[in-house]
């Protein structure tokens, strides 16, 4: 902050959970002489808000890709506007990042994004409502151009940053086929050539190359498309799988994944073709009872995931689940430090709930311990000893059990534990370890490497 001065520009992209740190951060800034734009799924949702709490001069709603060139020119000439309506831009517009500007020795991966929007429509997930359901493919081009410039700055890890890198399923095609929808069988066949055009540059890119991604389980059903992916050295994927019985799909309006036995064997299907899954877990659904968390740690544990994270019902603006939880809460509104619950992210950190919605069975605190429990099982030297097991060499189980421990400590931690000095030294636990990890995941710099042709 010490280096923010007068006339600067602070781009600050805030989603729900971390939006009053960005807003904290926008008004040290502005009081320094910056101005300040938010941007971000949050930003789009409640466009008034960083104008209210956070000192913003703008707010770009929606893409950034082209509106944001407009809002630093404004600011150079001292008029910014209140919003910037950046809407849905094409695949093909999509910019790479300056990856240029960024403190290499900062991080440990990057990220590049494929395809923006999910046809689903889950219940506790925004991204259908703010990406959209139709989704926007990038140019395998534009995509392979921006990797291979990572690698040229020595980055081996690369997150494919996609709502949902399988936008189009076998079902898909056969329904289109099945209603004799021939247009809508072609569009939906372009973009699963696409995927496969994508997949094959990967392909040809240095070996030493690991993407991950996220992906929804129905592509565990597609062999073609998993022999792809191995190519293509996407070797991790997160799935939300979400929950264990069909009671709780079902409330999430999920029911495209499958439950029990049939879940394990699906999710092991991705570990047969060489890529490793987190699993994501979603705990406090209205049908969960006390014998839900036994269950779902087990599928975890049976499933061969390589991680997994189990989180805690929680409404999140831009969903279904938040307009009822609002409705829900009615007129009368309980505040916390002065923030009515519905807007339940001003509300101060310590101060903040667990758990949201009242269930009907298990109170709040049950919920939370019962997941925490979950976590230290998952997360115990044993079991994460057990799953490293796939790896070769005893340095490689030893690095992967360094860095299962700091996704538990950064992510459990600091979500649902209750003792604010264990969340404190988490945080600082996992920064601290973060340093050496980052040494463990870069690797030489390729400045030579060029897209490669055909
Ligand atoms: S949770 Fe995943 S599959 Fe469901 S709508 Fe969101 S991105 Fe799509």
Redesign the pocket.
Known sequence: MEQVAAGDVVGIGIHTANALRGYEIGKQARERGAYVVYGGIHATLFPDEGHEVGGAHAIVQGDGDKVWASALEDCASGRPQRFYLGGRVAGDEFLPARWELIPREKYMWASVQTVRG?????S??S??KTDGQKPRQRTSDAVIREIVELRRMGFRYIALAD??FYPVTLQDLELAKRQNNDARYSELKAMRDERFELMKKLAMLPKDLIFFT?I?MEAAEDTEFLNAMRDAKIKGALV?VESVTPEGLKDIY?DFNLAGDALVDRLKRFREHGIYILGSFIFGLESDRPTTFDATASVAQRADLAFAQFVTLTPFPGTVDFNRWEKMMGADLQTIGGVPITRRWLIPTPLRPKVYWPHPVMSGEEIRSRTQEVWDTFYSFKYIWQRSGFLKSTKSRLAFLLISKIYRQMYADTGIATDSARVAWSARWARWMAKPCQKLFATKPMPELQVPMG
Do not use: L, M, Y
């Open positions: 999910c046809p689903k429509h889950c506790f997930c991204v259908w709502d949902n996220q929804t939300g999920k």
